[in-house]
């Protein structure tokens, strides 16, 4: 009897695969740094599909999906992990401390909305002082930007600095603009400077308030996701499991920031509605920012880069054609701009112009975040 016959037939199965044939040896050799780091089968399925290993693929080395074919990687390639260091030296965390600072960067998402609260006091007692309402606008504005840092350097809304310090200045023009769009597009429209500061006001402590939802929305599509790569057995399963969830929490984002836009215009007393601070220009604004957030987060920063410059185009564009448009002869040229706030006010320009660039990055994340790859 050979020593074939005679070996258990689990190993003699293992054998044949470890031989020459074995497609899989070349597959753990190429991603072996992968296999290494990776704590769960979950995080070599991802990794693989981001290096272009479809379900297709996986067939070519005998296994059904990418699944279970990072499942015997996992199973086949030692991990740094099991002696508690990782391939670079560092301790590996224990699963009980990474939840940990989960309440830390809950309360910290509340801080900017809790400097708008602070300054709306303040203002209150202020009473009609125009230049005490100047010095404690000037004050909330640098605590509020000193607030959101701090709110978006840990948890789920977090990204390496490099990456968001492309989109920082889009995000500033947008942000201008709910400020100071509203004036000048009137000015621009032979309307003159127009009304008062609250409906801006209101648009941005609803938004500040908004940042608490976002973190937890965002924190909770990883959640739901990585409990979809554990319940699903192919790619294709876990994108048509996944892209539900995602629709569903921007929707309960923006349900989440109207409420808070509602309340904050009726708070302020945000006029007839139709400048910058409607609350429909303001869930639009929200909207693309925490889209622009996701994306960056999961590894998509030249999308969201993308949707930010095209909605600061837009309001940029409206700006310069009703200014143009005062110039004797060139009338027409701020008629779409004219008709457009003529029907919905001055708000609509930022609406229009956030709405369509969100609604473009909602598109773009229900292809991308539905891959497995975009949660590791």
Known sequence: MSDADTTP???????????????????????????????DPLEIAAGLE?????DRAAARFRHRNVFSLAEELYARVPRAADSGTDTTGATTPHPARANGPRAGWALRTLLPGAVCAVALVALEYAGGADGAGAVIRLAAGAAGAVALTVALRRGPLRVEGHTARVSRLWV???????????????AGTGGGPHGTAAPAEAALVALAFAVAPAAWCAHLLSVQARRRLTDSRGLAEFASRTRPVLLGLVVLYAVALTT??????????GGGGTGAGHPVATVALGCLLFLARLLTVHGFPRAAATGLVTAC?????????????????FETVSAPVRALVDAGGAG????????????????????SLSRASAHT
């Open 50 to 54: 981001a290096h272009g290993v479809t």
């Open 9 to 39: 037939m689990g190993t003699t199965r293992l054998a044949r695969r470890a031989g020459p044939a074995d497609p899989v040896k070349t597959l753990m050799h190429s991603h072996r740094e992968l296999c290494e780091r990776a704590v």
């Open 348 to 367: 609509a320009v930022p609406a229009v112009a956030c709405g369509a660039a969100a609604l473009g990055l909602l598109i773009h994340a229900a292809v």
């Open 260 to 269: 808070l836009a509602v309340g904050a215009e009726l708070l302020l007393g």
């Open 172 to 186: 500033c023009w947008l942000l201008a603009y709910v400020l100071y769009g509203d004036g000048l597009l009137h």
């Open 313 to 329: 185009a837009v309001e940029a564009s409206a700006l310069v054609l009703a200014t143009v448009g005062r110039v004797p002869g």
